[in-house]
């Protein structure tokens, strides 16, 4: 019995190790077009977001920002992803989001290349989150949809985007993620 349980928990620490090098290892671009990867964020707690510029989830920016401000001394790490999937809400140009995201919200935290997060176009990233075989299967139903990920790499809860960035809920997740070395 303890070579079964033994066999089934090793199963599942290789396949979360898996999951976890695999977001790592996806290509993305920073805002300014700039190759990276999530590796660049290792050993840090990541909260991944679909952002837009003229979406009535906008507002998000400041309590997103809040949320980077109180905790990434501790190691969380907000990842802003703008997409124009619902509704053409993010039509401008990565230097035009960059400039709306300095200017009318003071944001701070590392902002991305403009990605699809749902359909044929889907980007890796978000086919990890929320393909098929994802860690949360389900497309991103709206912009500012939000995914807490662990220190490495592991995905660890999915957020809805009416969902508050600085819900009891959404804190909880992050204090509870930082407080694991």
């Given amino acids: 019995m ?3 349980f033994l066999s089934l928990l090793l199963a599942a620490t290789a396949v979360l190790g898996a999951s976890s090098g695999k977001l790592a290892s996806i290509a993305i671009k920073d805002i300014d077009g700039k190759p990276t990867s999530l590796k660049a964020y290792e ?7 679909n952002v837009a510029s003229k979406c009535g989830n906008t507002k998000q920016y400041t309590p997103l920002e809040a949320i980077y401000q109180k905790y990434k001394d501790q190691g969380l790490v907000v990842l802003g992803f ?3 999937d619902f509704g053409g809400q993010e039509p401008g140009t990565n230097e035009e989001i960059k400039t709306f995201c300095s200017t009318k919200y003071p944001v701070t935290f590392p902002l991305f290349d403009k990605v699809k997060v ?10 990890a989150l929320t393909g098929k075989d994802g860690a949360f299967p389900g497309d991103v139903k709206w912009n500012f949809g939000k995914f807490l990920i662990a220190r490495d790499g592991t995905p660890l809860a999915r957020f809805e ?3 508050q960035p600085d819900s ?3 804190v909880k997740a992050i204090e509870d993620a930082l407080a694991k070395k």
């Fill in 82 to 84: 703008p997409c124009n």
């Fill in 168 to 170: 009891a809920e959404v």
């Fill in 118 to 127: 749902k359909g044929a176009e889907k980007h890796e990233l978000y086919e």
């Fill in 2 to 4: 303890k070579h079964v």
């Fill in 43 to 49: 050993g840090k707690v990541l909260l991944i977001v």
């Fill in 161 to 163: 985007p009416k969902t």
